[in-house]
């Protein structure tokens, strides 16, 4: 009888462990920032960059109804993203971190909906300074490039005063300021002509356009790539928005959208000179997934994709991926090119012992993650999955 109770005790603590292991089930990836969906406050507008002594940055912010969306958060690793540390909070979201002349930058709005702001450390982002409003009104953005082309510094952005209804809201424009000029003065800065809401476009299917990239194009003008919002749930889009030298714009609805993977979600996209090539890292929609939900809204999976002339995209090899997508998602993926490597944060929804995610947007994590030697994917061409 001993003896059995004993066995069955250890039957029980077997069981238990292994009940324990699946709770305590991680997403992939290294762990930046985690915040229960308990507390109403999810992680946002994941950022990164490399620092001239190799170490990294990254920042995200708080979204949802429990926060006032205008606090970040600034995180260092010294040791090449397998371990993280707070360094700064800050009155500040929907930002992006770039490194210029030595300086790190901090630029988005102040809050939803608001001022465009900019801030600057010199230290290594362990401290910055007050907020500069480079553009008064009430905009919207997301982490994407700080792209420099003949001598000025170019951003994405989107004019939020076009209504209330998201996202025909939002008109999409280029700011840009000169390499040699005080970043944190507004005089720096000027603004190309806006683009706004058509409901003819797509056969009236164009809900609006937002979260930007400013790109060089092949012919060597600046151009927006932009996320494209429609109600589909077997095709997406983005879309081509040029930018003229005299800041007018330029967009022809009948060859300016294109078919790109994933191009109904948030994508960071950023041009290698050694392969010629724009790279993006996408929420593309397996097939088994399609006519489940606007494509919009499945993020489950994500693609590693490059183009030649920002028009066609190739998939060149699967990422991240979970077989559930109302609970699980890795997505606004922001990245840099680490030598042979892509390092890349994903604002990941994911299981955690409270219960998980509370949905596939609503996420609970950052996560850190690297792609080993990039190129060696160029030539290998994904079928649909």
Not at 89 to 111: D, E, N, P, V
């Amino acid at each position: 009888m001993k003896n059995l109770s004993a066995f069955c005790f250890y039957l029980f603590v077997l069981a238990g462990t292994s009940a324990f292991a699946k709770k305590t089930e991680t997403p992939p990836g290294t762990v930046v920032a985690y915040n229960p969906a308990s507390t109403g406050k999810y992680l946002g507008s994941p950022s990164i960059c490399i620092l001239p002594d190799g170490s990294y940055l990254a920042a995200h912010d708080f979204f949802g109804k429990k926060t006032s969306e205008d606090e970040s958060v600034i995180y260092k690793s010294t040791d090449k993203g397998k371990s993280w540390k707070e360094i700064a909070r800050l009155r500040q979201f929907w930002s992006a971190l770039f490194l210029h002349k030595g300086s790190i930058y901090f630029i988005g709005t102040i809050q939803a909906h608001n001022n465009y702001v900019i801030r600057k450390s010199t230290d290594g982002g362990y401290t910055w300074t007050e907020p500069s409003t480079i553009v008064q009104g009430k905009f919207h953005c997301a982490p994407t490039p700080i792209v420099e082309h003949n001598g000025r510094l170019w951003r994405a952005l989107e004019d939020a005063e076009g209504g209330t209804e998201w996202p025909k809201r939002y008109g999409a424009f280029l700011i840009s300021a000169s390499v040699d000029s005080d970043l944190l003065k507004a005089e720096s800065w000027k603004r190309t002509q806006t683009a706004w809401y058509n409901e003819s476009y797509l056969n009236h299917e164009f809900k609006g356009w937002l979260e930007g990239n400013a790109v060089i194009d092949k012919n060597g003008e600046m151009a927006n790539l932009i996320r494209v919002h429609t109600l589909s749930k077997d095709k997406e889009y983005a879309a081509i928005i040029h930018a003229k030298a005299d800041g007018s714009i330029a967009f022809d609805a009948s060859k300016d959208f294109i078919d790109l993977p994933g191009g109904s979600k948030k994508f960071t996209v950023r041009y290698d000179s050694q392969t010629k090539r724009y790279w993006t890292l996408v929420n593309y929609v397996p097939v088994a997934y399609r006519g489940k939900e606007q494509m919009d809204r499945i993020r489950n999976t994500l693609v590693l994709c490059s183009s030649a002339d920002l028009k066609k995209w190739d998939m060149h090899k699967e990422l991240l991926f979970h077989p559930d997508y109302k609970k699980h998602g890795f997505q606004y993926a922001d990245w840099v090119f680490d030598g042979k490597d892509i390092i890349f944060l994903s604002r990941t929804a994911y299981d955690d012992l409270k219960g998980g995610a509370r949905n596939f947007h609503n996420t609970n994590y950052i996560t850190f993650h690297r792609i080993d030697n990039f190129k060696k994917y160029q030539r290998k061409r994904l079928k649909q999955l």
